[in-house]
């Protein structure tokens, strides 16, 4: 067998999928449409490896139809013609567009009318955020479903699976697994099964037998199959995610020497991307107003790290790890969107301001749109005393400043003067 193991052991129905229980669980969305045998086009996106390709197989086959596979940036025109010709020869066929947000105007404009009249059911894959990257016209005609990172557990299981299928799968090796390989691979490529898949089958079929016949896996060859080193936590599958969540506590906490262990755990696994969204999200989350220029010294350390790589990019992060530990912390500002967040999904929200609204077109006025309006530069001290909220709620408050820093305490006493005028 020639094909990779990922591609041999994608499912064929959607019982067989790996994770995505809020999609494909008895009784969510579409395991409703594969049941009920009515299908609509789709989008799914999420990171790689993690089921898109499955899902559209696995559909598919649960119905019957004719799946056929396109890349929206590498396949021309002509390719989309063929399949819409075998659509009107044979009835529906479900097209996995992988690549979707890359699809241009002329292939958009000869696939929307098979999508509107069924024809062509289209699962458009993409890592990129649809409502940013895909055009309205195709979004419009499709539901969009976001794909959750597997877990561990998911990927073992699906390793498991792999090495007892005798048709697809490893099952015909003697293959023996050292303690935590399984675990080592889930862990190490951060939800993508299908890197997992083909590193197991690269440790299988690289690894002389020994002198029992038996093909042994250990944590060293699985390392030499990712090109990547063990955490010495290995042996416990939760202590990596623990290392990330103790990362950022222990920053948060103002405890440097706890965070520069943590940080030396993550740099030792290789994991620079993990570890620079954890360092900025943490800069904005718990440093926030409290050291706005803190928290630009992070960014560009971060900035820096990415750029030069490891074993240098150490240096910049250990420097942000350092300044962030001891700066003073304010979640204020996470605090306050989120309540705003809360209102806005509780429906607490009401009517703009006849004044604030949209003034630029004929006939505004008529409808009061604008009216009213005072321009602040115009005012002392360019500020004048209006009503911005909505009426239902124009007494809201939601920022409340954390008095830890002079930076912050200026903001207090800002707001304070104009919340009394």
Same mark, same amino acid.
């Given at each position: 067998m020639n094909k990779p193991l990922a591609y041999r052991m994608r499912p064929k129905t959607i019982d067989n999928i790996v994770g995505q229980t809020h999609l494909v669980g008895e009784g969510k969305i579409i395991w409703r449409m594969v049941k009920a045998k009515q299908l609509s086009s789709m989008i799914l996106y999420g990171p790689p490896g993690i089921g898109k390709t499955s899902i559209a197989s696995a559909i598919a086959g649960s119905t019957?139809?004719?799946? @056929?596979?396109?890349?929206?940036?590498?396949?021309?025109? &002509?390719?989309?013609?063929? =399949? =819409?010709?075998?659509?009107?020869?044979?009835?529906?066929?479900?097209?996995?567009?992988? $690549? =979707?947000?890359?699809?241009?105007?002329?292939?958009?404009?000869?696939?929307?009318?098979?999508?509107?009249?069924? @024809?062509?059911?289209?699962?458009?894959?993409?890592? $990129?955020?649809?409502?940013?990257?895909?055009?309205?016209?195709?979004?419009? @005609?499709?539901?969009?479903?976001?794909?959750?990172?597997?877990?561990?557990?998911?990927?073992?299981?699906?390793?498991?699976?792999?090495?007892? +299928? &005798?048709?697809?799968?490893?099952?015909?090796?003697?293959?023996?697994?050292? +303690?935590?390989?399984?675990?080592?691979?889930? @862990?190490?490529?951060?939800?993508?099964?299908?890197?997992?898949?083909?590193?197991?089958?690269?440790?299988? &079929?690289?690894?002389?037998? +020994?002198?029992?016949?038996?093909?042994?896996?250990?944590?060293?060859?699985? $390392?030499?199959?990712?090109?990547?080193?063990?955490?010495?936590?290995d042996k416990d599958g939760d202590a990596h995610y623990n290392a990330i969540s103790a990362f950022q506590k222990s920053i948060r906490g103002s405890d440097v020497h706890a965070a520069l262990h943590y940080l030396a755990r993550l740099i030792e696994a290789g994991e620079l991307k993990i570890i620079i969204r954890r360092l900025i999200v943490t800069a904005y989350e718990d440093i926030g107003l409290a050291n706005p220029a803190g928290v630009a010294r992070v960014v560009t350390a971060a900035e820096a790290a990415e750029k030069i790589g490891f074993p240098e990019a150490r240096i910049p992060l250990a420097n942000a790890v350092i300044e962030m530990c001891l700066s003073p912390k304010s979640n204020s500002a996470i605090s306050a969107v989120d309540a705003a967040l809360g209102d806005v999904r509780n429906g607490f929200s009401g009517d703009v301001p006849a004044h604030l609204k949209d003034a630029h077109y004929s006939g505004a006025e008529k409808l009061g749109s604008g009216v009213g309006y005072q321009y602040p530069h115009n005012h002392e001290s360019h500020w004048v005393k209006q009503q911005y909220l909505p009426d239902s709620i124009k007494n809201k408050r939601y920022y409340y400043p954390a008095v830890t820093s002079k930076f912050e305490s200026a903001l207090e006493k800002q707001l304070s003067k104009y919340e009394n005028k």
């Open positions: 019957q139809y004719a799946f @056929r596979m396109l890349n929206a940036a590498t396949d021309k025109k &002509k390719d989309l013609e063929i =399949v =819409v010709e075998e659509a009107k020869m044979s009835g529906t066929v479900v097209l996995l567009l992988d $690549e =979707v947000h890359r699809l241009d105007k002329p292939k958009q404009d000869f696939l929307l009318p098979h999508l509107e009249n069924g @024809r062509i059911v289209l699962i458009g894959a993409t890592t $990129e955020n649809p409502y940013i990257s895909i055009h309205p016209a195709i979004r419009s @005609r499709a539901q969009i479903f976001e794909l959750k990172p597997l877990t561990a557990d998911h990927i073992i299981a699906a390793l498991n699976r792999a090495l007892t +299928d &005798k048709e697809n799968g490893l099952g015909t090796y003697p293959i023996t697994i050292a +303690d935590n390989v399984l675990d080592y691979f889930a @862990r190490s490529t951060q939800g993508d099964l299908r890197s997992a898949l083909n590193a197991l089958e690269l440790a299988a &079929k690289s690894t002389e037998p +020994d002198g029992a016949g038996s093909i042994i896996i250990t944590k060293e060859t699985a $390392e030499e199959c990712l090109q990547r080193k063990a955490l010495n936590h």
